[in-house]
């Protein structure tokens, strides 16, 4: 039997369970609570307790990496952070894409060469992990729980 396309709220609730299905490994990666952002208004990230950085999170059947990069560093753009976006693919694991400099230059501001997908790292969640602990020293936060 072929698949069914999900319905409008279908797709909700799978990005939805995807939300917090992420925050629960990054929660767990890093020591930090994150949370999923209950009340999401054109324009916010994902995901709550990312100090620095705009989270999107995409949780779907079919890629669309170069659309969901461009919503993602948008995002980080208007809000002064850094972009990073999780996805997850049926059937696969959890990636995150981060623009590259950020591992090379940690705190500089939001660029507009973010929106271009070339210029980003497309990585396990557990790498960005390291990325993210390294921003956090460089910018002397600490969002530990």
Not at 99 to 111: D, L
Request: with cysteine; hydrophobic share 40%.
């Amino acid at each position: 039997m072929a698949d069914q396309p999900l319905s409008k709220r279908g797709c909700r609730a799978k990005g939805q369970d995807g939300e917090r299905e992420i925050a629960r490994l990054l929660a767990d990666l890093l020591g930090v609570k994150v949370k999923r952002r209950v009340r999401q208004h054109q324009g916010d990230s994902d995901l709550e307790g990312l100090d620095g950085w705009s989270p999107e999170v995409k949780r779907a059947a079919r890629p669309r990496i170069a659309e969901w990069w461009r919503q993602a560093a948008s995002q980080a753009i208007t809000a002064g952070n850094l972009p990073v976006l999780f996805y997850r693919l049926d059937g696969g694991k959890w990636r995150a894409m981060w623009p590259i400099f950020a591992a090379m230059t940690p705190g500089e501001p939001c660029v507009l060469a973010w929106l271009d997908p070339n210029l980003a790292a497309d990585s396990s969640v557990e790498a960005w992990a390291s990325v993210y602990r390294e921003s956090l020293k460089s910018n002397g936060n600490s969002n530990e729980t």
